[in-house]
């Protein structure tokens, strides 16, 4: 039943800030759209407007409506967004090197990007029902599973940047969730070990020359499989002294030889499935003048379009590097530098700003709901839009590599916007029936 006192008690800041950012967003996709002769070339722009006026009534819609309603219904939404994904893999349009797209002429949705959101209710649901369970390992087993099989279909696509979303929302959720802190530090390590063994590599061949051969061998596949058969050979025998012995430096063994485990692994796997662009958006994260007119050319120009910002910027519709055309995708990926080029620093504070509040509401949304169920929601959601927010930041700055991870809220896009959207919608119906539950 909808109550009147639920569609007057709204997080004003939350949605205001959501807003704000759809608004700039459409303001700096229309100056993409417009070149050095001032001429508009795109309308890019009228798209985004349609997309973000109907992403904020399905956002008020939705915080109208009893979240918990959605409860019963998660599981069918996750299986129906899996086949989806499913669907695409074989059947989607490639855009971008990706097959993550279906749709017909112009029309098209990116099922990913909706992903998230069924991922994050699934496993907010399968958290809720078992948080009275004492086997927590296998409550972390089951949440990985939830949120691997989307990702490992998206990473089939291959839409790496889009697969990565999925990691944060594992760790967040079940941390919020009070699972044993070392499961989540165990899932986080392997992640940082395996960038660090898939990087290294490549560091030694592109940007050192050679100068270390002994870097050499983690690509050696001869090594990786001795290497390997040494580590599970040491698995096995703490794991067997720990069920023999039940001494403590047994279980710590086997922690960490699990982590080089899986890390050596998943590196030399990532070596031979990451296509030669991806392989190059990492070589040039590492120095961008390996490549300064190919693959190094979009951190270098979006460098200098952040630069010559300053601090006021050139004004709005005055970008150069915009209306040069030297910023490759920049209605999407690198809005935030057409941004920064023309509001300047105290354009990008104000983004951060906003962004900052909507963390921070989320975050409070988290902690004062009486529902586990909803809390985990907001967790979820909190740790896509943070993801986000720093990776395609980051990147547009040179200090994250480029993974094709749109500035949600802002950046062009129509799934993104209205999945986002969704996720604010979720939050304001929490938010309003927070002491309820």
Same mark, same amino acid.
């Given at each position: 039943?909808?109550?009147?006192?639920?569609?007057?008690?709204?997080?004003?800041?939350?949605?205001?800030?959501?807003?704000?950012?759809?608004?700039?967003?459409?303001?700096?996709?229309?100056? *993409?759209?417009? %070149?050095?002769?001032?001429?508009?070339?795109?309308?890019?722009?009228?798209?985004?407007?349609?997309w973000a006026? *109907?992403?904020?009534?399905?956002?008020?819609?939705?915080? /109208?409506?009893?979240?918990?309603?959605?409860?019963?219904?998660?599981?069918?939404?996750?299986?129906?967004?899996?086949?989806l994904?499913?669907?695409?893999?074989?059947?989607?349009?490639?855009?971008?090197?990706?097959?993550?797209?279906?749709?017909?002429?112009?029309?098209g949705?990116?099922?990913?990007?909706?992903?998230?959101?069924?991922?994050?209710?699934?496993?907010?649901?399968?958290?809720?029902?078992?948080?009275?369970?004492?086997?927590?390992?296998?409550?972390?087993?089951? *949440?990985?599973v939830?949120?691997?099989?989307?990702?490992?279909?998206?990473?089939?696509?291959?839409?790496?940047?889009?697969?990565?979303?999925?990691?944060?929302?594992?760790?967040?959720? %079940?941390?919020?969730?009070?699972?044993?802190?070392?499961?989540?530090?165990?899932?986080?390590?392997?992640?940082?070990?395996?960038?660090?063994?898939t990087?290294?590599?490549?560091?030694?061949?592109?940007?050192?020359?050679g100068?270390?051969?002994?870097?050499?061998?983690? *690509?050696?596949?001869?090594?990786?499989v001795?290497?390997?058969?040494?580590?599970?050979?040491?698995?096995?025998?703490?794991?067997? !002294?720990?069920?023999?012995?039940?001494?403590?430096?047994?279980?710590?063994?086997?922690?960490?030889?699990?982590?080089?485990?899986?890390?050596?692994?998943?590196?030399?796997? &990532?070596?031979?499935?990451?296509?030669d662009?991806?392989?190059?958006?990492?070589?040039?994260?590492?120095?961008?003048?390996?490549?300064?007119? !190919?693959? !190094?050319?979009?951190?270098?120009?979006?460098?200098?379009?952040?630069? &010559?910002?300053?601090?006021?910027?050139?004004?709005?519709?005055q970008?150069?590097?915009?209306?040069?055309?030297?910023?490759?995708?920049?209605?999407?990926?690198?809005?935030?530098?057409?941004?920064?080029?023309?509001?300047?620093? /105290?354009? !990008?504070?104000?983004?951060?700003?906003?962004?900052?509040?909507?963390l921070?509401?989320?975050?409070? $949304?988290?902690?004062? %709901?009486?529902?586990?169920?909803?809390?985990? /929601?907001?967790?979820?959601?909190?740790?896509?839009?943070?993801?986000?927010?720093?990776?395609?930041?980051?990147?547009?700055?040179?200090?994250?590599?480029?993974?094709?991870?749109?500035?949600?809220?802002?950046?062009?896009?129509?799934?993104?916007? $209205?999945?986002?959207? %969704?996720?604010?919608?979720?939050?304001? &119906?929490?938010?309003?029936?927070?002491?309820?539950?």
């Amino acid at each position: 039943m909808i109550r009147l006192r639920n569609i007057l008690d709204i997080d004003l800041p939350l949605f205001l800030s959501s807003l704000l950012l759809a608004c700039f967003g459409i303001l700096f996709i229309y100056s *993409s759209g417009i %070149t050095s002769t001032r001429t508009l070339v795109s309308s890019e722009y009228i798209r985004q407007i349609v997309w973000a006026v *109907s992403g904020i009534v399905i956002a008020l819609f939705i915080s /109208i409506l009893d979240y918990r309603r959605i409860y019963d219904f998660s599981g069918y939404l996750y299986l129906a967004m899996l086949l989806l994904l499913a669907y695409t893999l074989f059947f989607g349009r490639m855009v971008h090197g990706a097959k993550a797209w279906i749709g017909i002429g112009s029309f098209g949705i990116q099922p990913s990007e909706f992903a998230k959101i069924a991922t994050i209710l699934v496993l907010a649901r399968y958290l809720d029902s078992t948080r009275h369970e004492q086997n927590e390992f296998k409550r972390f087993v089951i *949440s990985s599973v939830l949120v691997f099989v989307p990702m490992g279909i998206i990473l089939l696509q291959p839409d790496f940047g889009t697969a990565l979303v999925f990691i944060p929302i594992l760790l967040t959720m %079940t941390f919020i969730a009070g699972l044993s802190l070392r499961y989540v530090l165990f899932t986080a390590a392997c992640i940082i070990f395996t960038g660090l063994l898939t990087v290294l590599p490549l560091w030694h061949i592109h940007i050192l020359r050679g100068a270390f051969p002994s870097l050499m061998i983690l *690509s050696n596949a001869r090594f990786i499989v001795l290497a390997g058969f040494f580590l599970i050979t040491v698995f096995a025998i703490a794991l067997y !002294g720990f069920m023999r012995f039940k001494k403590r430096y047994f279980y710590w063994i086997i922690y960490v030889s699990g982590i080089l485990t899986v890390s050596l692994g998943a590196s030399f796997a &990532s070596g031979k499935v990451l296509q030669d662009y991806q392989i190059m958006r990492l070589i040039v994260f590492l120095d961008p003048n390996v490549d300064p007119r !190919g693959s !190094g050319w979009h951190i270098i120009q979006s460098i200098t379009a952040i630069g &010559s910002g300053g601090v006021l910027g050139k004004g709005y519709l005055q970008g150069t590097q915009s209306h040069y055309r030297f910023l490759p995708q920049q209605s999407t990926d690198f809005i935030f530098s057409i941004f920064s080029e023309e509001w300047g620093l /105290i354009g !990008g504070l104000l983004v951060f700003a906003l962004f900052l509040t909507m963390l921070l509401r989320l975050v409070r $949304i988290m902690r004062t %709901t009486s529902d586990p169920f909803g809390s985990y /929601i907001a967790a979820g959601f909190a740790a896509v839009v943070s993801f986000h927010f720093i990776v395609n930041v980051g990147m547009t700055m040179g200090i994250m590599p480029i993974t094709g991870i749109p500035l949600l809220f802002m950046s062009y896009g129509g799934s993104a916007l $209205i999945s986002a959207m %969704t996720g604010i919608g979720l939050s304001l &119906s929490i938010y309003s029936r927070r002491f309820q539950h």
